[in-house]
C-alpha cells in the first residue's frame, strides 16, 4: 500500500492527524490527494472536509518508523 503513496500524502496526512489532535478544522486538501487517501482508507470525508482514520493513523506510525530507520 505504502508504495503507492508520495511524501505529499503522508504531509497531508499529518497535517490532518495534526489538525484532529488539536481539535482544529482539518485543513482543505487537494481533491487529487484527497481521493487517493480516502482509496486506501486512510481518511473520510466528514462534513465537507477529510479527516484522518485509525488506518491512517498506523500508517503515519509505520512511515514514521521507517524513516527513524533511514536515519
Do not use: C, H, Y
Not at 511524501?7 to 492527524?17: G, I, S
Amino acid at each position: 500500500m505504502d508504495s503507492d503513496l508520495t511524501a505529499e500524502d503522508f504531509d497531508w496526512l499529518r497535517k490532518l492527524r495534526d489538525a484532529a489532535d488539536a481539535k482544529r478544522d482539518p485543513p482543505s486538501v487537494p481533491m487529487n490527494i484527497a481521493a487517493r487517501l480516502g482509496a486506501f482508507g486512510l481518511a473520510r470525508p466528514n462534513a465537507g472536509a477529510f479527516t484522518i482514520t485509525s488506518k491512517g493513523r498506523d500508517a503515519l506510525l509505520d512511515q514514521d518508523m521507517r524513516d527513524a530507520e533511514d536515519r
